[in-house]
């Protein structure tokens, strides 16, 4: 009889253990699950926060890159008023040497909008006490060559040298209109923009006619 209670107690005691064991396992597994799971929803925070952190990184370079290939507020000023010192003398040339009516029209434009232009151009280095340079500068040798040619051979010198310099100025004034570190300078960079493109627009026009 004794034997049979003690052979009846050691089994209870096994199923108790049993039972131990699973719910052990059970939480064992749910809490290795919890934390597989927090350490990927971390690491995915952390993957998206390093994105965005290398995303702003970018920006920032780019925009100091831009900001170092920016001239001066007073370099600006001085290449453009020489630039647009240029158009005016080209203009006023090509009024007299050329003999096609679609020229002669652009020509008259551009001594207009560019005497309009150095007008401002002085004028805002002036309140910026920027001292700006006389002459055409290194565009006097183009200027200089349009001189030596006339007909023909002088309104395709012209227009060709008309759309490749309204195309480098136009990206100068881009760059300070976006970039430039006196707000005066900015506005007015902005402002030319238009009529510069009016030019380019005008000359490529007249230019695909010629060809």
């Known amino acids: 009889m004794k034997t049979l209670v003690f052979a009846t107690l050691l089994a209870a005691f096994g ?12 939480n064992t597994s749910s809490n290795f699950n919890r934390s597989n799971s927090n350490t990927y929803a971390t690491g995915t925070t952390n993957n998206n926060n390093s ?5 702003n990184m970018t920006n920032s370079v ?30 006023k040339a090509a009024g007299t040497k050329s003999k096609n009516a679609d020229i002669k ?24 006490t920027f001292n700006l340079p006389t002459g055409l500068g290194s565009n ?20 060709d040298t008309m759309v490749s310099d309204h195309q480098k100025v136009i990206d100068m004034f881009q760059k300070q209109s976006q970039n430039s570190a006196d ?5 007015l960079a902005a ?17 695909a006619k010629m060809k």
């Open 183 to 187: 707000p005066d300078v900015k506005a």
């Open 62 to 91: 780019a925009n100091s890159v831009s900001s170092m290939t920016t001239e001066s507020p007073e370099s600006f000023l001085s290449d453009a008023i020489q630039a647009s010192r240029t158009e005016v003398e080209a203009g």
């Open 105 to 128: 029209k652009f020509a008259q434009m551009l001594v207009t909008d560019h005497s309009k232009a150095n007008s401002d151009i002085e004028a805002l280095a002036k309140k910026k």
């Open 15 to 26: 199923v108790i253990l049993a039972g131990c064991n699973t719910t052990a396992n059970v």
């Open 140 to 159: 006097q040798s183009t200027f200089d060559k349009l001189n030596t040619l006339n007909g023909d051979d002088f309104d395709r010198e012209f227009i």
């Open 51 to 55: 994105g965005s952190t290398v995303g």
């Open 191 to 207: 402002k030319m923009l238009p009529v510069l493109q009016k030019h380019l627009d005008a000359a490529k026009d007249i230019q």
